[in-house]
């Protein structure tokens, strides 16, 4: 509490009468309540918010056509990664996705 308030004002609550006392945290209690209240206000309320709608990031992929020195694995793993990427989910859409960066 000490650290909270300071030993000062511990001490004069400490030496106060009991009606001082009483009238001392009820008024720093409506001061917290008053707080809240603002702090609150600020808030926006829950139902309000929108959720938060995640973008696809658009990916170019080189075509795959099977010249010397391309590797199909590296390909395969960059259409996997774009298709992460564009947040594209469904296995009909990823078939579509990679023939469409076959040469």
Do not use: C
Request: hydrophobic share 45%.
């Amino acid at each position: 509490m000490v650290g909270i308030f300071g030993g000062d004002a511990l001490r004069s609550l400490a030496a106060a009468t009991p009606a001082e006392q009483v009238e001392r945290i009820e008024a720093f209690a409506t001061y917290e309540q008053g707080l809240i209240a603002h702090v609150q206000g600020l808030q926006t309320p829950v139902a309000e918010m929108k959720p938060a709608q995640h973008k696809p990031l658009r990916l170019k992929v080189n075509p795959y056509e099977g010249k010397e020195g391309e590797n199909l694995h590296f390909w395969v793993r960059e259409v996997a990664l774009a298709m992460d990427a564009a947040l594209i989910s469904t296995k009909r859409l990823q078939v579509a996705f990679a023939l469409s960066n076959i040469g």
